[in-house]
């Protein structure tokens, strides 16, 4: 039996202001189940500059078998923490954070945190991604006129992706900008509504993560005019468009490279980190000698590339394309170096063009691994990043294959592919360790920085989720992706079932001309049906978040606000969970919105949920009452 507990988070249920300037004062609200206690005291601590502050909380009533507490925190950094105090009569202590509820003292990081900065555009929270990897997406009528470039492997449409290199990096199937806008009408009839390109600058390899230009398009994807024409497609179909930018480094074919390698004195020199007087031997991004590495510490670059209208950034958020804003590659890494760390101040100045040139686009980060210490909110407004949900996803619901696969070396391995970690294998984790994860992760970054986190099954450079889930889970698996908080991401192709073993393989050509195959078609339903269910809750997008009901087999939590509240029931397994009354006020009124499950409301009030797994199910109740 679920026990019911004390909750807040930064949602509107619980917080006045999302978007505080410096000097406001904002109220909080912590919702305690009634009877819980008896509370001789309730208080928020705050850390401004880093010594702590106390406010008082007072009741402000209660409604639905749950007393509101109210405080006032006054914002005095751009970023201000801040926890709750619960003091029982009989002496005990609790802490109530981002992590949840404890009996000692708290660590300052994982806060609630109210962010002082200005705010992303709401349409990022409304927002449902689909990536797309141009060379693999649509290849246009004009595609057919351009040559092969010096550096491709041509491929046939169909024919196999090659996972060794060189093939890796350079087999070309020629995609293009045109391609996709011919078939724009395939995302409108998904329902997504934010489209994301990987680079599209001209480069040495398929990827083009290794550009050898910023300031135009590259030819072979039809070049500037062929981003006009889709961006201005997508925006006609209320699609917004964001590009994908390298701010860790540029190709070794880049012209500023070039102006300087080998030729010590060039103005360009300082772009880079050469090693040697003949600016010959330099760093580059983990010793890849095709991707040379950026020095920030270059007012010149900065100038150039970041800083201002006539910068790289700025150019193409502005018209004739009018992109709507940047997936910046390899941020985690960008500006550090040893001892050197100006990753603060690029990704600050990359946000301060963007909003003197447009407020209303967006700037996400690439952060692979744990990006708490750099989302606070000064930078960037979410971020790609896969610990606090895609890791944890495959740990639960996936199954190793056992099927042998070669790496990029040539070399045959048995273990799964696990997202480059040398583990043995993938880990096999319980709905419990699940939620663990996600909890961890995002216990360190402020509420509105997570709403704009990536929650992707799998990206260009992962697997497919599909080629080891375990049966029946891929429901469960998007599901969780759009009912969850962040921006739900497809990679162009899940959407018919597409696998691949690692991030090569996944970047499988689009299998057009198949959407009626039986298969293909129940997968495209799928996702159809469940962006639909995103999109019509904004529950979804901005509600609270609680959990609920988490074991080993299934997890249940509900979205919330005052207009409306989603229940979320996900299992790998069978699964039979019963909730004490007052967990979900409402439960009396439950509309089936997605999945099979049963729930039942017993005549003491508690609510029955039970299905035969694995199973991915939602209603909505009314919202929650506030007194």
């Keep these: 039996m679920t026990t019911l507990i004390p909750h ?6 619980y917080v006045s202001n999302l978007a505080p300037e410096l000097g406001d004062t904002v109220t909080v609200r912590l919702r305690v189940p009634s009877g819980y206690g008896p509370l001789s005291a309730v208080r928020t601590r705050s850390n401004p500059d880093h010594e702590p502050e106390w406010t008082d909380a007072a009741l402000l009533g209660s409604a639905d078998g749950w007393d509101w507490w109210e405080a006032p925190v006054t914002v005095r950094n751009r970023r201000h ?193 050469f090693l040697n007087d003949d600016n010959t031997e330099y760093e580059s991004w983990l010793g890849t000698p095709t991707l040379p590495k950026f020095n920030w510490a270059s007012e010149e670059l900065r100038r150039r590339f970041i800083a201002g209208p006539d910068s ?51 700037l996400l980060a690439e952060s692979t691994n744990d990006a708490a210490s750099d989302l606070q909110g000064d930078g960037w407004h979410g971020a790609m990043t896969y610990p606090s949900f895609t890791r944890p996803l495959w740990g639960w619901l996936c199954e190793p294959s056992g099927e042998p696969y070669l790496t990029a070396e040539g070399e045959w391995r048995t273990e799964p592919w696990f997202f480059g970690q040398p583990i043995g294998g993938m880990p096999r984790y319980t709905a419990k360790q699940f939620a663990d ?119 249940v939590f509900v979205r919330e606000s005052e207009e409306e509240t989603v229940l979320v029931l996900a299992s790998r397994g069978d699964v039979g969970v019963s909730l004490p009354a007052g967990v979900v006020p409402g439960a009396a009124y439950a509309e089936v919105l997605f999945g099979d499950a049963t729930l039942a409301v017993a005549d003491d009030g508690s609510v029955l949920l039970s299905a035969e797994g694995p199973a991915f199910a939602a209603w909505a109740f009314p919202g929650v009452a506030v007194p």
């Design 8 to 13: 807040h988070d930064g949602s509107p249920l």
């Design 81 to 273: 923490g801040y926890r709750w105090l619960l003091v029982h009569e009989d002496g005990t202590i609790e802490w109530f954070n981002q992590t949840g509820l404890h009996r000692i003292e708290t660590l300052d990081a994982e806060d609630f945190a109210l962010v002082a900065h200005p705010a992303p555009p709401a349409w990022l929270f409304d927002s449902v991604m689909y990536q797309i990897f141009p060379d693999r997406f649509a290849r246009s009528a004009q595609a057919d006129r351009h040559p092969t470039p010096d550096w491709a492997i041509p491929a046939a449409w169909d024919d196999p992706v090659d996972p060794v290199l060189p093939g890796r990096s350079q087999q070309f199937y020629g995609g293009d900008l045109d391609g996709i806008v011919e078939h724009l009408d395939h995302l409108v009839h998904l329902g997504v509504n934010l489209l994301y390109l990987t680079p599209v600058f001209p480069a040495a390899s398929n990827h083009r993560y290794d550009a050898s230009s910023f300031d135009r398009v590259d030819p072979l994807l039809g070049g500037d005019e062929a981003l006009v024409r889709l961006v201005k497609a997508a925006h006609a179909r209320g699609i917004r468009v964001i590009g994908d930018l390298t701010s860790n480094h540029s190709g070794d074919r880049h012209e500023w490279f070039q102006a300087a390698y080998g030729h010590p004195g060039a103005p360009e020199e300082d772009f880079y980190y």
């Design 312 to 362: 790289v950034v700025a150019k193409w958020l502005k018209p004739p394309f009018n992109t709507d804003g940047w997936r910046i590659d390899v941020a985690n890494m960008t500006g550090r170096l040893g001892d050197i760390d100006l990753n603060a101040e690029v990704r600050r100045l990359l946000r301060q063009t963007m909003e003197e040139i447009n407020p209303d686009t967006i």
């Design 437 to 555: 994860a996600v909890v961890r992760f995002t216990g360190s970054i402020p509420w509105r920085v997570r709403l704009g986190n990536m929650q992707a099954l799998d990206t260009h450079d992962t697997g497919r989720f599909a080629t080891h889930a375990a049966s029946g889970t891929v429901p469960v698996a998007v599901g969780l992706s759009v009912t969850l908080p962040g921006v739900p991401v497809l990679f162009a192709g899940d959407e018919f079932g597409l696998t691949g073993v690692d991030g090569e393989m996944s970047r499988t050509p689009m299998p057009w001309g198949t959407e009626d195959e039986p298969d293909a078609a129940a997968r495209l339903a799928l996702y159809r049906d469940l962006i639909r269910l995103r999109r019509e809750h904004p529950v979804l997008a901005t509600g609270g978040l609680r959990w609920v009901h988490v074991d080993d087999e299934g997890l």
